[in-house]
C-alpha cells in the first residue's frame, strides 16, 4: 500500500495517512483535491480502485470540520479495500462531486445529503433520497437532516405522531 501513498502524495501533499488493523485510510485537508485524487486513484495501473463501494458521512458534533465524508473504494485486480475521508465545515456544508469519476457516486451522494444535508457540487440530481421533500421546519424554512447529532432522537413534538408504547404506559394495543 506505499504505491497507493505515493500516488495519493502527488495530488495531495499535506494528506495524512492512517492505518488500523491493516485497513489504510487517506484523510485530506483541501475538499478541491478530492476530485483529482479520486481520480487518479481509479486510472493508475499501480492502484486501479475501480470501485465505488460507498460515501457517507460523519457528524463529529464539533465546532470545527463538524463532518466527515468518507468514501470507500475497492480494487478488483488488488482485491484491497481504501477509504479517504474529507473534512466538511458546518459553515461550508459541501464538497465536489464524484458522479463524474463513479457513476455509483449519484445515490451515495444522494443519501448523504438526504442524512446530513452535505452538498455535493455539480452533482446532476442532488434532492431528497429518503426523506419527503417538505421535510423541513415550518418556521424557519430550515430542512431537516435525521443523521445529524442535533437532530431530536423522539422527533419534533408536534410533527409526527409516535406509536404506541404499552411497555411504558401499561395500556394494551387494540388492533
Known amino acids: 500500500m506505499d504505491e497507493i501513498v505515493e500516488i495519493a502524495k502527488t495530488i495531495a501533499c499535506d494528506i495524512e495517512v492512517i492505518v488500523h488493523?491493516?485497513?489504510h485510510t487517506l484523510v485530506l485537508k483541501n475538499k478541491a483535491q478530492i476530485t483529482p485524487l479520486l481520480a487518479e486513484l481509479k486510472n493508475n495501473p499501480a492502484s486501479l480502485f475501480d470501485m465505488l463501494t460507498d460515501i457517507t458521512a460523519i457528524d463529529w458534533a464539533?465546532?470545527?470540520?463538524?463532518?466527515e465524508v468518507v468514501y470507500f473504494l475497492y480494487s478488483c485486480k488488488y482485491k484491497r479495500r481504501l477509504s479517504v475521508k474529507l473534512p466538511v465545515d458546518i459553515e461550508d456544508c459541501n464538497c465536489p462531486t464524484a458522479t463524474a469519476i463513479y457513476p455509483s457516486a449519484d445515490w451515495y451522494e444522494r443519501e448523504t445529503y438526504d442524512m446530513y444535508g452535505i452538498k455535493f457540487t455539480n452533482h446532476p440530481d442532488l434532492r431528497r433520497f429518503y426523506m419527503p421533500e417538505d421535510f423541513f421546519d415550518k418556521?424557519?424554512?430550515?430542512?431537516?437532516?435525521?443523521?445529524?447529532?442535533?437532530f431530536p432522537l423522539m422527533g419534533f413534538p408536534g410533527e409526527l405522531p409516535l406509536p404506541?408504547?404499552?411497555e411504558k404506559t401499561g395500556n394494551e394495543i387494540e388492533w
Not at 464539533?62 to 463532518?67: G, I, P, V
Not at 418556521?139 to 442535533?150: G, I, S
Open 21 to 23: 488493523r491493516n485497513q
Open 62 to 67: 464539533k465546532t470545527e470540520n463538524r463532518f
Open 139 to 150: 418556521k424557519t424554512l430550515e430542512a431537516y437532516h435525521p443523521l445529524r447529532k442535533d
Open 164 to 166: 404506541p408504547y404499552p
